[in-house]
C-alpha cells in the first residue's frame, strides 16, 4: 500500500464523500503475492467482490482468471479482453441464457451441485467441463456461506457419474471456506475431503485434473496480526494438495475476491449530523448500510480511524454509528469507540476494497461512493520523481 498517496487523497478537503479510493498499486501487488505463495496455483479473480472494469483488466493482464456469476459479469469480463478459456463460472445457479453465452464464449467449466444443475447445464452447453462444489466446514469465516450450496462426498460422486452419462466432462472439485475465513485449518480439512473424492472418482474412469479452493482469503493482517496472512494459507494448503490430493492436480485454482482486493480500498466518509439519544451519542455518515456498508449489517465489524490532524489530541467517547437513510436498520456500529467527533469531520473504513460499492445501492436519494482510483503508473511515477 503506498500509504502517504494514500493518506493525501484521504486528508484532502477537496475529495468528495463518500469516496471508495483504490490502490492499484496494491492490488496488483497483492496478486504477485498469491502466486509467490501458491507455486503452479491459478488465481481466478471472483469479480462479485469488486466488479469494477480496471480491476477486471488488471487481473487480465496480469495473466490471472476471473470466476463470474452472471450474464453481466461475463460480459464484463470479455470486455476486458479475458478469453473464454479465463473464465470459470462457480455459483452453482445459472439461467439458460448464461449457460447458453458462456457456452457460446468457451467458458473454461462452470460448477454444478445439484442434479437440475447437471441437466440444464447439458442442455444449454452440451460437453461442458465441469466440477462439483463440495459442502464444507465454514466455522471460523465471519461470514459463513455454508447451507446455501454445496454437497457430499456420495452425492458428488453421484454427480460426477450423472455429469458423464449426460455428455459432460467432469475434471473435479471446488469448495468455499466461507468469506473472511479466519482458520487455516477449514482449507486444510476440505482438501482432506477432496483428496478421498478424488480416489473415489478416478476409480469411476472420471479424469480428475481440477481442484478449486474457493475464496475466503481474509483482509486485515497489517492491522490484526491474527488474521491469517495470504502466505500462511499458502504454505498450509500446498502441503496439503501434496499431503491429500493422490494424484496431479493439473489446474489448482484460487477464487480470492476479497483477498485481492479488499486491503485496497479505503471508504471515506462524512460525519453530516450527531444526536445525543438516551446514553448513547449518534454520528450519522453520508454512507451506511445501503450505500456502502452493507457488510456491517452481515455482522462484519467495522475498522474506522478519525481523519483529522488533531484525533490522538481527543478524548475517546463511544459512538452508535449510522448511515443517512431513513431506515432505523442503518446502523453501521454501535459502542463504537473513537476520539471525539464532530459534524464535519471525516472517518476512513478499512478493507473496504471489496463488497462495498457491489452491495451498494442508492436508497433515499443517497449516492454511492464516488471511486477514487490511485493508478499503478501514477504511482509509480511518483516514487521515482
Ligand atoms: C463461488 C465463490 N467464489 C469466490 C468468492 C469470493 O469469496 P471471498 O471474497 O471471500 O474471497 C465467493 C463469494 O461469495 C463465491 O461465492
Not at 34 to 42: E, S, V
Not at 43 to 69: C, H, M, Q, S, T
Not at 156 to 167: E, K, N
Request: charged share 20%.
Amino acid at each position: 500500500m503506498n500509504t502517504v498517496r494514500m493518506d493525501t487523497v484521504l486528508r484532502d478537503p477537496n475529495t468528495v464523500t463518500p469516496a471508495l479510493v483504490l490502490d492499484f498499486e496494491n492490488i496488483s501487488h497483492t496478486y504477485d503475492r498469491f502466486t509467490d505463495a501458491f507455486p503452479n496455483g491459478l488465481v481466478f479473480y471472483a469479480v462479485k467482490a469488486n466488479a469494477n472494469p480496471d480491476i477486471i483488466r488488471l487481473v487480465v493482464e496480469k495473466g490471472g482468471g476471473l470466476e463470474i456469476a452472471s450474464l453481466a459479469e461475463l460480459e464484463l469480463s470479455l470486455r476486458a479482453g479475458a478469453t473464454g478459456e479465463q473464465i470459470i463460472c462457480s455459483n452453482p445457479i445459472k439461467n439458460p441464457i448464461f449457460l447458453q453465452r458462456m457456452y457460446e464464449a468457451g467458458v473454461y467449466a462452470v460448477v454444478v451441485d445439484s442434479t437440475y444443475e447437471v441437466e440444464k447445464v447439458a442442455r444449454y452447453a452440451p460437453g461442458m467441463r465441469v466440477y462439483v462444489r463440495l459442502a464444507v466446514d465454514n466455522q471460523g469465516s465471519v461470514l459463513p456461506l455454508a447451507g446455501k450450496f454445496g454437497v457430499s462426498g456420495d452425492e458428488a460422486l453421484q454427480l460426477f457419474d450423472m455429469a458423464r452419462d449426460y455428455g459432460l466432462t467432469p475434471i473435479g472439485l471446488s469448495f468455499h471456506v466461507g468469506s473472511q475465513c479466519l482458520k487455516v485449518q477449514n482449507w486444510v480439512n476440505a482438501i482432506r475431503a477432496c483428496g478421498d473424492i478424488w480416489s473415489e472418482a478416478e476409480a469411476r474412469g472420471h479424469e480428475m485434473s481440477f481442484l478449486d479452493i474457493g475464496g475466503g482469503f481474509p483482509a486485515g493482517h497489517y492491522h490484526d496480526a491474527n488474521i491469517p496472512t495470504i502466505e500462511a494459507i499458502g504454505e498450509a494448503v500446498m502441503d496439503a494438495v501434496r499431503g491429500f490430493i493422490p494424484s496431479y492436480v493439473r489446474m489448482l485454482v484460487l477464487e480470492p475476491g476479497r483477498g485481492l482486493v479488499g486491503e485496497s480500498g479505503r471508504l471515506l466518509v462524512e460525519v453530516v449530523g450527531k444526536a445525543k439519544r438516551g446514553d448513547a451519542t449518534w454520528l450519522y455518515l453520508d454512507a451506511g448500510v445501503f450505500n456502502g456498508m452493507m457488510e456491517t449489517f452481515e455482522g462484519f465489524p467495522p475498522v474506522a480511524a478519525l481523519m483529522t490532524d488533531d484525533a490522538a489530541g481527543r478524548p475517546m467517547m463511544r459512538y452508535t454509528l449510522a448511515g443517512p437513510s431513513c431506515d432505523s436498520c442503518d446502523v453501521v456500529a454501535r459502542d463504537f469507540e473513537m476520539p471525539e467527533t464532530h459534524i464535519g469531520d471525516r472517518i476512513m473504513f478499512l478493507d473496504a476494497g471489496a463488497y462495498t460499492n457491489e452491495y451498494a445501492v442508492a436508497f433515499n436519494g443517497f449516492p454511492i461512493p464516488a471511486v477514487i482510483k490511485l493508478e499503478c503508473e501514477a504511482v509509480a511515477e511518483e516514487l521515482v520523481a
